[in-house]
């Protein structure tokens, strides 16, 4: 089956088509054929579109909304020019996988769009208000687009992190409000941590029960997770994806005092405060010079940058705390995962985060660390190491597309 995979962001839209069907997973031979992205959706767009095998082919257009940004997406993916094996008109995609962040308590598992799917994931728009409205904004676009005869997926970023007990969901505040307005963990980023998990037990050739692990997806966003048995139970991020690490533009934890402090000292709205500490907060907010751990590498080793260096100790000192404290939670564990644009080409934030963990077990060992960037997967700690230390590239799309599949053949998941 041919799968496009959809994911919508605010004025974003990105996509994958992969060929994927049950005996293609079972081999590992599922295939990405093409992917692009379209920004600026609203104005002048920008576009970047590659087929598999070719160079990237970008334009500037104007797009008015995500409608006609899909539009112009289906009618690059069937044009002679794209030239996709198998793809010449609509009838050869078969069905579309939508990554959707917000599923709450709803939604613990991939499933079929219906009117009903569609107003549940409109329910969780409150406890997702930037990012529910951009991915119904996809699916609406495609229903638009491709009709109710093509079978339609989401695949929700919190479904992985439902498995999360109680003692790890709930916050310490009135239990009432947890009944009266589901406010407690849900956590996010779950396809990533689903599908490193999911193969660093197919490298280790063991059973998912056999899982146990932290993966730690450091991107622009970044959160951890615990998992025991093959399942999440502790993540970072929390009702939304502000809690936890530090990211590229977001606080991760601080102490909640500090928002009613802001609003006397600086006379700030709650609207301002919730943008600080969403979008200039993080990296960006520390070093007050970029967002992008790249620039700030680059800064501490050319220009001795004090403030580029304290940034960087901060973020790697967040991920090292939660470390021991999921180590603490699962009793141990066998090995740490990177995965994430930093975690996954950033061979010096990693040895920067496993510094001084040698008494936990955590050897790294520098040269294979070195090694490892650019799409490339594998172990990079030393021989005499407990835990195992692994770099995983991670494949939200794949699995989109995968759970895209089993949703309409109505085969088990089992990841
Ligand atoms: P993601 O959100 O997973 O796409 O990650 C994007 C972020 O990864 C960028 O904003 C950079 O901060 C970071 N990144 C990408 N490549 C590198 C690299 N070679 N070294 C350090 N950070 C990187």
New binding site residues.
């Given amino acids: 089956m041919n799968i496009l995979v959809l994911n919508c962001g605010s004025s974003s839209l990105k996509f994958q088509i992969i060929e994927t069907d049950l005996p293609l997973i079972e081999t590992d031979a599922d295939m990405q054929r093409a992917k692009g992205i379209i920004e600026r959706i609203g104005s002048q767009a920008l576009i970047t579109f590659e087929a598999s095998g070719k160079s990237p082919v970008k334009q500037a257009v104007p797009l008015r909304d995500h409608r006609a940004a899909l539009d112009f997406v289906v009618r690059w993916i069937i044009s002679p020019e794209a030239a996709i094996p198998g793809i010449r008109s609509l009838a050869d995609i078969h069905a579309i996988g939508h990554r959707v962040v917000h599923g709450a308590e709803k939604f613990t598992r991939s499933v079929i769009i219906s009117d009903e799917v569609i107003n549940g994931i409109e329910d969780c728009i409150d406890l997702a208000p930037l990012h529910n409205p951009a991915n119904l904004k996809g699916i609406h676009a495609a229903l638009e687009l491709f009709g109710t005869g093509i079978p339609q997926v989401a695949v929700f970023d919190t479904s992985f992190h439902s498995t999360m007990p109680e003692k790890s969901f709930l916050y310490a505040i009135p239990y009432q409000l947890y009944r009266r307005h589901k406010i407690r963990r849900y956590g996010f980023h779950g396809t990533s941590h689903r599908y490193v998990g999911y193969r660093y037990r197919q490298l280790m050739h063991i059973e998912r029960e056999q899982t146990n692990i932290i993966t730690l ?5 970044c959160s951890a997770c615990a998992i025991k048995k093959g399942e999440s139970v502790d993540t970072s991020m929390g009702l939304t994806p502000l809690e936890g690490l530090v990211m ?1 533009t977001r606080s991760g934890d601080i102490d909640p005092s500090i928002i009613e402090y802001l609003m006397h000292k600086e006379g700030m709205g709650i609207g301002e405060i919730d943008t600080l500490l969403n979008k200039q907060s993080g ?1 960006l907010g520390l070093s007050g010079l970029t ?4 620039d700030l ?1 680059d800064e501490e080793r050319e220009h001795q940058d004090r403030r580029a260096k304290l940034t960087i100790e901060i973020f790697c000192q967040r991920v090292k705390k939660y470390i021991g404290s999921y180590l603490a939670e699962l009793n141990g564990a066998d090995a740490l995962v990177f995965t ?3 975690g ?3 061979p ?2 990693r040895k920067r985060i496993c510094e001084g963990l040698e008494w936990l077990g955590i050897e790294m060992d520098e040269s294979l660390n070195a090694e490892m ?1 650019a799409g490339k997967e594998g172990e990079v700690q030393k021989q005499s190491s407990r835990v195992k230390i692994l770099v995983i590239p ?1 494949n939200e799309e794949l699995l989109i597309a995968r759970d895209t599949v089993r949703c309409v053949k109505d085969a088990p998941r089992r990841w």
């Fill in positions: 997806h450091l991107g622009n966003g590229g990296l967002n992008d751990m790249r590498i994430g644009g930093i996954e080409n950033s010096t934030i960037r991670t």
